[in-house]
Every structure is written in structure tokens, then in C-alpha cells.
């Protein structure tokens, strides 16, 4: 029975619940026999949270007996990425510095979550502060691609992605500043979207660069994207940045899923030189396939793409050597120095020198750098202008075409171990996803196939202008569709390292 519910997409086990067919404390205990069974291999979660997942599961359960009508994913498990504030759950976003540090309160997602009666399994891996592409950088070890358990899962979310691909959950949540739901969304053949920004609240999120994160969806497919992408969305009086309008009918969409007559923009800047011939050759073939489904596509150049890696290596770290400058051993977790009598600056030194990672200690020099005052206008202003010209270019694309697409990663996963020691070689898997952050709007991954050279998950991105989140379900649900019809299964059906 466990295989056969963990198997389940998101809305058929919603579908299940509310009928009684199956119980929610039968799918989230399903789901903890898989995490048992697997999760020793994968690491994909850092912390679970059984017994109050369970009870929720009951409770759902007893509202179910009595009648009430619950929202469309009611006793769905879903995996929480680690960067979320849960009330008196440990949260570490990865890192020793938060080691033990419990919340005292709930991310206004998370609050969104239980007021859909949706289950959380527990928190989930990724690399520290969320800096980085493989997962690698987490604290904690590594998580695994469940295609190939020698391979990195993405990052930062990999533990939610690679949940998602070891049939862990059915529905996780991740957080990407520069990629970090799509890459590895792309590199394990899963679903995810970075939504507009501002679209879903960020209170109780632990911030990495505040101008550039967003909390997104990630599923096995389109559907279940839409389904967690609605219920997590809305404006949050308590996040300043949140956009007070309401949510595109993005289930709508999905449910849509027609691509005749939208016009599609293949962007010249992103997809050829150093992309990998799989990825390229796949990309070509869902060109193919969207056109033979009546979209126009044409090519779009975006020329100032080419600067927007460097614009956001500055822009990043300098907001990141803010942002953590608050974990100094004084207020949450980790504090190194006790001992030191009337010391304080040293108790904040041998904290951080304790409590961070290399990356997170790069990160934060590099932006103290671009910050300092004579580099400020060269650095930091320079990036800033470079910003403002991403944003023109998807201005003056979205004149001409619906949504953009490219290859969401220059290639499929690679070897945990390859990058690791080589920072440059690690942030080129963004450069596809980062203008998005950058300019605030809206992407989705989906898979596409598997490269023919060495059998991995090739992921498509399509990007829309702000609030049009609606316009990456119906493109994303129409190739996914066409795929579906294709292969006749999802390409994650194809998994087969566990
Ligand atoms: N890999 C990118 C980085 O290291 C993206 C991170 C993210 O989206 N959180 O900054």
C-alpha cells in the first residue's frame, strides 16, 4: 500500500481524503515509511516532524468525518525547506549557527499552509543561507539526486527537490533568490516556480538578499505546482514588499493548459555556448513540440542577460553581509566564547568563525567589500544600473512576446564533489535564472526528457512579466501534457536510484 500512495500526485490524494477512500494518517504515515525506507541514502530532510504531523493528519481527518468541506489539498504531506520559521521546530537554513535554534513563531506560509490543512513532514536540506547550487554547502552533508545518488540534487533547495523525486512528499515548498527552486527543480525532473516578487509572503523567512528572495512551489507536476502555488500566495500585511493585489487564477491556467496562438520568445542570450548538447538538444525538441501545438515562437535578444551573473554577485553578497550581520552569538543560536570575560566583539568573532561555512564567510567579505565606501558606485551602483536594464529588456520582450523560455541549467546534475572547490564554476548554474530575480518577475522549471548523454533530467524554464504567473501554468501544463502523451507517463516515473 505504502507504494502505491507515495506514488499518488497531490490532487489525487486530496481527491481520495475528501472522498474517504484514503485517510490522511494513512498517506502521512505512507510517506514517513518512505522517508525510513530511503531518506538514509537521499538526506534530504535535516529535521521531522512526526508526531505533530500525525495529529494534523488526524485532525483533518476528523473534519473530514464531520462533514466539513476542506480546501483542495487537505491532508496532502508536503516538505518544508529549511529556511522557514516553524514555531518551536528547529530551523537552522542549513547552517551551525542556528544549530537548535526553535522558532517562536510560524512563517506566514507556513500559518498558510495549516489553514489549508496541508501536513508538514518536516524541514528540509539545503546549502547554508541558501548560497549555493548542489546542496553541498549545507552544514549538514549533502543531500543525493535520487537519479543517481553520486550526484548533487541542486541547490539551495535540494532536500526539497530531491524529496519530491525520491517520492518523500508529494508537495514541497523552497525559496529562490537567484535559481534555487528551479535549478533543482531541472536537475532532479521536478516542478517549481519562483512567483513574482512580493507575490508570497516572506515573514518568518530567514533572509538571504531581501530585493531578490521569493518562496515559491515545487511538485511533481504542473497541477500540484498551481494547487500550493494558490494556497501559499496573497498579500501579508506583515511583509513590507508584499504586492497588495490578488493572486492570478493560476490553477486556472494549469487546468487551461492551451498554447494556440501565444507567443513565445527564445531568448539568444541564454541556451548556446557552454550549455550542454543534451540540454540543447532537448530544448529544441520542446521548441518543436510547442510550435506543433500552435504557439509562434520567435527569438528575443535580452543583450544586458550577459552582465546579469556579475550584476548579481554584488547585489547578492552586499545584501547578504547585511542580513547576516545579525547572527553574532548574542540572539539566536550558536555562541562561541563564553568564557572570554567582557569580550564581546570576540564572542561575536568566535561565533561566526565557529558558526559559518567558507561560502557564507566569501559571501559576506565579497559584499562588505562592494559596499565600502570609494567601491560603492563602481561596485554595488554599477550592478544596480545593470538591474535596471534587465528589467528593460523583459519590459521590451514582453511587448513582443506572452513569455520567454530557455534551458532552466546550463547542464544536468552533476558529480557531488566537482564544484565544490571551484566558486566560479558553482554560480555559472545560474546564469539562466537569475535575470528573473533580478528584474522581480515571475518562472517556472518543468522537465523536458533526459539528456542522451548520460541519462539525467533536462529542465525547461519559462518566464512571465510580474503578476502573469497564470502564463507559466498554461505553457508549462500544455508541453507537460504533450510530453505526458509522448512518454505516456511523467518523466519522474522514469526514477529508479532508490
Ligand atoms: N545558487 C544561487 C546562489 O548561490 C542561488 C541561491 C538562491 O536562489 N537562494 O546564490
Not at 537521499?42 to 480546501?71: C, M, Q, R
Not at 548520460?454 to 512579466?465: F, N, S, T
Request: include cysteine.
Amino acid at each position: 500500500m505504502t507504494n502505491e500512495i507515495i506514488k499518488l500526485n497531490a490532487k489525487d490524494i486530496a481527491t481520495k481524503i475528501a472522498t474517504g477512500e484514503l485517510s490522511s494518517v494513512e498517506v502521512t504515515q505512507a510517506h514517513f515509511d518512505r522517508i525510513e525506507k530511503v531518506d538514509e541514502r537521499v538526506h534530504a530532510f535535516l529535521h521531522l516532524t512526526k508526531e505533530s504531523a500525525l495529529s494534523d493528519a488526524a485532525k483533518v481527518d476528523a473534519k473530514i468525518k464531520g462533514g466539513e468541506k476542506l480546501g483542495p489539498l487537505a491532508g496532502v504531506p508536503l516538505a518544508l525547506k529549511d529556511i522557514l520559521a516553524m514555531e518551536g521546530v528547529p530551523t537552522t537554513a542549513g547552517s551551525k549557527i542556528l544549530e537548535n535554534w526553535r522558532p517562536p513563531y510560524d512563517a506566514t506560509v507556513v500559518k498558510k499552509l495549516r489553514e489549508n490543512d496541508i501536513i508538514i513532514l518536516g524541514k528540509t536540506n539545503m546549502d547554508e543561507f541558501a548560497m549555493g547550487s548542489s546542496t553541498e554547502y549545507s552544514a549538514y552533508g549533502p543531500t543525493k539526486n535520487p537519479w543517481d545518488l553520486e550526484r548533487i540534487p541542486g541547490g539551495s533547495g535540494g532536500g526539497s527537490s530531491a524529496a519530491l523525486a525520491a517520492y518523500e512528499a508529494p508537495l514541497a515548498i523552497g525559496s529562490d533568490t537567484g535559481g534555487s527552486i528551479r535549478q533543482p527543480a531541472a536537475v532532479t525532473g521536478t516542478v517549481g516556480v519562483k512567483p513574482t516578487y512580493g507575490a508570497v509572503s516572506r515573514y518568518g523567512v530567514i533572509a538571504l538578499a531581501s530585493s531578490l528572495d521569493q518562496v515559491g512551489p515545487c511538485a511533481r507536476n504542473v497541477l500540484d505546482t498551481a494547487l500550493l502555488h494558490k494556497a501559499i500566495a496573497g498579500h501579508d500585511p506583515r511583509d513590507s514588499t508584499s504586492i497588495n493585489q490578488s493572486v492570478p487564477d493560476v490553477v486556472g491556467a494549469a487546468l487551461k493548459a492551451d498554447v494556440k496562438g501565444v507567443k513565445i520568445g527564445l531568448v539568444k542570450q541564454l541556451g548556446g555556448e557552454g550549455y550542454q548538447a543534451g540540454v540543447q538538444q532537448r530544448f529544441r525538441e520542446a521548441v518543436d513540440i510547442l510550435t506543433s501545438l500552435g504557439a509562434e515562437v520567435h527569438e528575443v535578444s535580452c543583450p544586458s542577460f550577459e552582465y546579469a551573473l556579475g550584476a548579481y554577485y554584488l547585489i547578492l553578497p552586499s545584501e547578504c553581509s547585511s542580513n547576516l550581520a545579525k547572527f553574532d552569538g548574542m540572539r539566536y543560536g550558536l555562541r562561541v566564547g563564553d568564557n572570554v570575560e567582557n569580550a564581546v566583539e570576540q564572542v561575536m568573532s568566535m561565533t561566526r568563525e565557529a558558526g559559518f561555512g567558507p561560502e557564507v564567510k566569501r559571501r559576506i567579505m565579497l559584499g562588505t567589500y562592494a559596499l565600502s565606501s570609494g567601491y560603492y558606485d563602481a561596485y554595488y551602483g554599477s550592478a544596480q544600473k545593470v538591474r535596471t536594464l534587465i528589467s528593460r529588456d523583459f519590459a521590451a520582450a514582453f511587448e513582443k512576446v506572452d513569455v520567454l523560455i530557455s534551458p532552466t541549467a546550463p547542464t544536468t546534475a552533476f558529480k557531488i564533489g566537482d564544484k565544490v572547490d571551484d566558486p566560479l564554476a558553482m554560480y555559472l548554474n545560474d546564469v539562466a535564472t537569475i535575470p528573473v530575480n533580478l528584474a522581480g518577475n515571475s518562472a517556472m522549471s518543468l522537465p523536458i526528457g533526459l539528456a542522451p548523454e548520460d541519462g539525467l533530467p533536462v529542465g525547461l524554464q519559462i518566464m512571465a512579466p510580474v503578476m502573469g504567473d497564470d502564463r507559466l501554468y498554461n505553457v508549462g501544463a500544455a508541453l507537460e501534457n504533450a510530453l505526458k502523451e509522448k512518454w505516456g507517463h511523467l518523466l519522474i516515473e522514469e526514477v529508479q536510484a532508490l
